[in-house]
């Protein structure tokens, strides 16, 4: 069965750093690819989702992500990080049917 | 569209009572989704429904737990009798054919005591 990993639990960044946090799933084929965020206290929000064509996806808030398939990787990465994008990020991955596979998710955490 | 409605927002009980969580899913949308969210395990699928049929309830953790979906905008999802183990987030999150991405509810947080 698929699975997906994501490379930190937890990361601590000063506002205006850069961001990348990395999402690795277990085996190819065709895969569609998501990040939610999580908002303290609020529900799972799509950020962005690569589906085919070009493989750095633009999402909401300035994200973006880059999928490499010979990595099994979906980076997300983010210029400059503010105190608001405190929250914690999913990754999660479809390969057939409807069902999705979740990571465990990074913990962000942005001092201001 | 109002999104995903989850009822209700809170829940606290104690061991041993029935509890009944709601989920209204989009409309349009064929398949529903049960989630369950702990500090410890994580998002957990629980069960799935496409057309209203159950399609996979490997997640649901015991028998205590159990999930209807009656008509295409209304599914439950039951427990009983409840334990403090059970405490939790639960999400219900709908989807359609050829969509692109779940929508998550608000979710509810069951406390039992």
């Known amino acids: 069965a698929q699975s997906v990993s994501q490379h930190n639990h937890h990361v601590i960044l000063s506002e205006a750093a850069s961001l990348e946090l990395g999402c690795n799933y277990s085996?190819?084929?065709?895969?569609?690819l998501f990040w939610y965020v999580q908002y303290p206290g609020q529900h799972l929000q799509l950020l962005l989702k690569y589906f085919s064509g070009d493989p750095l996806v633009k999402g909401i808030k300035g994200f973006e992500a880059e999928f490499i398939k010979s990595k099994f990787s979906f980076n997300l990465r983010k210029p400059s990080v503010q105190w608001s994008d405190t929250a914690e990020y999913f990754c999660a991955v479809k390969d057939y049917g409807q069902n999705f596979v979740f990571g465990p998710g990074t913990r962000l955490s942005v001092l201001p | 569209d109002a999104g995903v409605i989850q009822s209700p927002r809170h829940e606290v009980t104690e061991m041993g009572q029935e509890v009944t969580l709601r989920c209204k899913p989009i409309?349009?949308?064929?398949?529903l989704f049960w989630y369950r969210q702990t500090m410890m395990r994580g998002l957990e699928l629980l069960i799935y429904f496409n057309n209203n049929v159950p399609i996979d309830d490997s997640g649901m953790p015991e028998d205590r737990f159990s999930a209807k979906m009656p008509n295409a905008s209304f599914s439950t999802l039951k427990i009983q009798p409840s334990e403090p183990r059970d405490s939790a987030v639960y999400f219900c999150?709908?989807?359609?054919?050829?969509?692109?991405?779940?929508?998550f509810g608000s979710g509810t947080r069951l406390t039992v005591v």
């Open positions: 409309s349009g949308h064929d398949y």
């Open positions: 085996y190819g084929g065709t895969v569609n």
């Open positions: 999150a709908s989807s359609s054919t050829g969509g692109y991405g779940y929508t």
